[in-house]
C-alpha cells in the first residue's frame, strides 16, 4: 500500500447532488488513474448488476422473482447510467429492499410464534447461489421457516446436549438424583452447585426459539440503523470493484477504521464498543490506552451519556447508531469527555471523565520473543502487517520496530532469527524495501510499473547489515502484498528460507489512497471520503510477477488453508499474471548449505505425524464445507453432528501437541507485564501457542542446521 492524494483540477464537479458528484467524480478517477481502466459498456454494466443484486441479498431471502424481473430492465444500462450520473437503478432496488426487509420483519415474528417440529423429515439447501428467487409471500415464508428453523435446531441441540451433560454430571453418586450437596471442612452441608431442574424437549424448543427470535431482532435493528448513504457507498463499491479486487471506495467512516487498520493508532479513550438492543456496551478495554488507565471502566460496562469537556448537557446514545456514538467518544488528544456509565457488576450509575489520548493496538505491532533449543538461543518476530502512518511516515512503523526488535533480540545472544509474515495482509511498500535492508546490502528489492510511467526499482542503498545471521520467513495462503515482496526478495538473494504454504495470497499489485475531497474545489458537500485505487503492479527482482501466483515456499507444509480457495486467483476481476526483466542483484553468499538446509527440512516434513495430521484435518474441513444439505430432522441432524464430532476427535491431537520448548519475552516487555495483567496474559497465550506451533519448531530446526560463512559475517557492519 502506497498512500498518497492527487488532485484532478483539470476538471469542474458541481454537481448539488452529492450521490450523482460522487459518481462522476469516482468514475473520473477510475478511468484516468487505474492501472489496467475497464471499459464501461455492456458487459461491464452487467457485471455490476449480478454483483450488487448478490452484495444486497446474498441469501435470496428478500427479493421477488417480479422484483428481478423488473430490475432486469437495467442489466445493460448501467454503464449509460454511470455516465450520465443517473442513479435510479439505485433508487428502486434500495426503495424495494426497505419495503422487502419490512415485510420480513413480520414474517419471522410470526414463524417464530410457533414451535417446530422437529420430527419432520425435511431438510435445507444453503447453496443460495443455484437457489431460486421465490414468486409468493407463501414461498417467502417457507424460505425464511427453513432458516429460522435450522438456526433454532442447532440452538435446540445445544441447550438438550448442556442438559444431558448437566444431568449427567449431578447423577455420578446417585443416578436419580438431579441435585448434589458438598460437605464443607466445618461439617456443614453446603450447596454449592445449583440444582438442575430437567426442561421437557418443548420447554427446549421454546428456549432455542427465543434465542432465535433475539438474534433476529438484533439483526433487523442493525439493519434499521443503517441509512440511504451506507447502502449507496455498497452500490459504488460494486461499481470499483469490477476494476480489481482491490479498488474500493470508503465512505467517511470506513476511510478512518481504514488509517487506523494502517496505522495501528487512534485517538479516542481505548475502548472497543458494541451495540446490543438499544445499548452501547463496552466489549473491551484497549491495554495501556486512557480507559485503561482510569481504571475505571470495565468490559459489559454500558455507556449512557456523553458530554464534551465544553458543553454543559450530556447527550444521551440510548437508541443511537454505533457509528454515530463512537464519533461522539473519540476525539482528539488531550480533551477531555464525561461518560455517564451503568456499570456490569453492582448496576450502579456514574459519571467518568477521561483524557482522551494516542491509543496504540498493540496487536497491530511487532512482537518479539527468545527460545533455546540445542544450546543455542533464536528469536522470533512476529509481524501482523506492515504498518505505517498515513500523515507522517516517521512516526512508528512496522520498519522501525523490526529493526528495534532485532537489537534487543542480538543483545540477548540471538543465533538465528524466524520472521512470522503469516496472516500478513501486507501495508506500506516502504517499509518493505526498509525492512528488507536491514538484512541484505545494498541492492534492489522491487520492481514497480505504473501506467504508462515505465518501470522503477526500489533499492536499499545502505551498505551495512543489521543481521547478517540465519534466517527464516514463515507464510501462509493469507500472507499478501507487501509480505509477498519481502519474502520473494528474500528469496531471490537466497538471504532466508521460506517455509510455508505451496503459494502466498498472490496479490501482485499496489493501491494509492486517494482523497477524493481534494478533488473538488468546495467543502460544500461534506466529507466525500476516499478511494483506494489500484496505480500499479510490482514485480520481484528476478522480474516475475507475484500476482496470481504468489511467492512459492522453499520448503511447502501443508495448513488449515491448504485446500481453501482464498488467494488472488479465487477474486473476481483479479489484473493478469505477467513479468519484465530481472533487476541486477547479487545472491547473498553468507551461507554455507543453504540448499542442504532446504532439503533437510523437506525430508523432516515427509516425516512429521503433525503435518500429516494437518494435512488429514484441511482436506477433512474442505470435504464439510462442500456440504449444502443439511436435516432439519432432530434425529438426523444430531446423528450427523455426532458423526462429524467423532471424527473430528481424531485432529485433537494437532492442538494438544507440544514442542516442549519455552518462549520468554525480552528484558524490556517481563518490566511492562509486571504493572499489565492484559499484556501478560496475551503474551502468555501467545508463547503457550508458539510451543504446540510445528511450523515455529521446524524453522527452529532449519536454524539451526544452517552454516554461517564466518569470513563474510567477520566483515558486516551493524546499522544502528
Known sequence: MAAASCSFTTKKFEDPDKDKLLMELITYVLERGHYDAKNIDDTFSKAVYKDYLSDIDPLKRFFYKKDIEEFAAFEDKIDDQIRSKDISFFDITHERLISRMKEVRGIYKEILDEPFDFSENEDINTDYEDVEYITSREELKERWRKQLKFTTLGAYTDLKEDQERALANKSKDAKDATTAAFTSEDGTEDSGSAEVVEKSDSELEKEARESTLTAMDEYFDFSEELERKDYFTVYLNSIVEEFDPHTFYFAPQDKDRFDIAMSGKLEGIGARLQKKSDNITIMEVISGGPAWMTDKLSEGDVILKVKQE???????IIGMRLDDAVNLIKGPKGTKVTLTVKKKLMGNIEDITITRDVVELEETYAKSAVVEKNGKTFGLINLPKFYFNMEDYDERNAASDVKQEIIRLKKQGMEGLVLDLRNNGGGSLKTVVDIAGLFIEKGPVVQVK??????????????????????????????????????????????????????????????????????????????????????????????????????????VVPDRYSYIDVGEKDNENPLPWDQIAPAKYKVWNGYIDYDQAITNSKARMEKSAQL?????????????????????????????????????????????????????????????????????????????????????????????????????????????
Open 310 to 316: 465544553k458543553e454543559k448537557d450530556p447527550v444521551s
Open 450 to 555: 505504473s501506467k504508462g510511467e515505465g518501470q522503477e526499482i526500489l533499492e536499499d542503498t545502505d551498505p551495512s547489515i543489521l543481521w547478517d545471521g540465519p534466517m527464516v520467513i514463515l507464510v501462509n495462503e493469507l500472507s499478501a502484498s507487501a509480505s509477498e515482496i519481502l519474502a520473494a526478495a528474500m528469496q531471490d538473494y537466497k538471504r532466508a528460507i521460506i517455509i510455508g504454504s505451496k503459494q502466498t495470497y498472490g496479490k501482485g499489485t499496489v493501491q494509492n489512497v486517494i482523497d477524493l475531497n481534494q478533488t473538488v474545489r468546495s467543502s460544500e458537500y461534506g466529507d466525500l471520503g476516499a478511494l483506494k485505487l489500484t496505480t500499479q503492479k510490482f514485480y520481484r527482482v528476478n522480474g516475475g510477477s507475484t500476482q496470481l501466483e504468489g511467492v512459492k515456499s522453499d520448503v
Open 612 to 720: 500429516g495430521l494437518i494435512a488429514q484435518n484441511a482436506k477433512w474441513v474442505k470435504e464439510q464445507s462442500d456440504k449444502d444439505i443439511y436435516p432439519l430432522n432432530y434425529d438426523s441432524y444430531k446423528t450427523r453432528r455426532d458423526m462429524i464430532e467423532d471424527e473430528a476427535k481424531k485432529f485433537d491431537a494437532i492442538s494438544n501437541y507440544s514442542s516442549n520448548l519455552d518462549y520468554t519475552s525480552l528484558p524490556y516487555e517481563l518490566d511492562l507485564v509486571k504493572s499489565d495483567t492484559i499484556l501478560k496474559e496475551k503474551r502468555e497465550r501467545w508463547h503457550k501457542n508458539l510451543s504446540s506451533d510445528a511450523y515455529i519448531e521446524e524453522a527452529l530446526n532449519v536454524l539451526d542446521d544452517i552454516k554461517v560463512n564466518n569470513i563474510k559475517k567477520n566483515k558486516v557492519a551493524i546499522k544502528n
